[in-house]
């Protein structure tokens, strides 16, 4: 049975459907859980330039903001799921690429998302979901959500 599950999150409240997958998997086969959250960066772009969507913060800035408010926003998942702060992760890049490289370093044995969710451009692109289920070297669930 599992051995390592890794739930990827985008932190939306709505999300908590996942929550108790996630927490039914874990006292079914009390596996370690690590949870993770993607900071994609703001493209480079958007700060003054043409555009100036963000004046005044430089790409860095904003990057090291959004990683802090995600790891607050995972502090109370943390104590829901009685998940220990070292198995929260935050990285920032793609975050595909990013659940991917952390599964298979980590020897993640499944990976736990949702089955669709927006991410900017990505909508257009292909679904996170489905770039993790075509690239992981796990098992993936992706929960439906039921509305």
Do not use: W
């Amino acid at each position: 049975m599992y051995k390592h599950i890794l739930f990827a999150t985008e932190l939306n409240e709505t999300k908590s459907y996942i929550e108790d997958k996630v927490a039914q998997l874990q006292q079914l086969t009390n596996a370690k859980v690590s949870v993770i959250h993607v900071v994609e960066p703001i493209p480079e772009v958007y700060y003054g330039g043409v555009y100036g969507v963000v004046p005044n913060l430089d790409a860095t800035d904003t990057t090291k903001l959004l990683e802090e408010r995600a790891k607050e926003k995972l502090e109370p998942l943390a104590k829901r799921l009685n998940i220990p702060a070292q198995n929260l992760h935050v990285p920032i890049g793609h975050i595909s690429s990013e659940i991917l490289a952390f599964a298979e370093n980590e020897q993640v044995d499944l990976i736990i998302t949702g089955s669709h969710g927006v991410h900017g451009l990505q909508l257009l692109l292909g679904s996170t979901s489905n770039a993790i289920l075509h690239g992981a070297k796990c098992d993936v669930l992706a929960v439906r959500f039921t509305e």
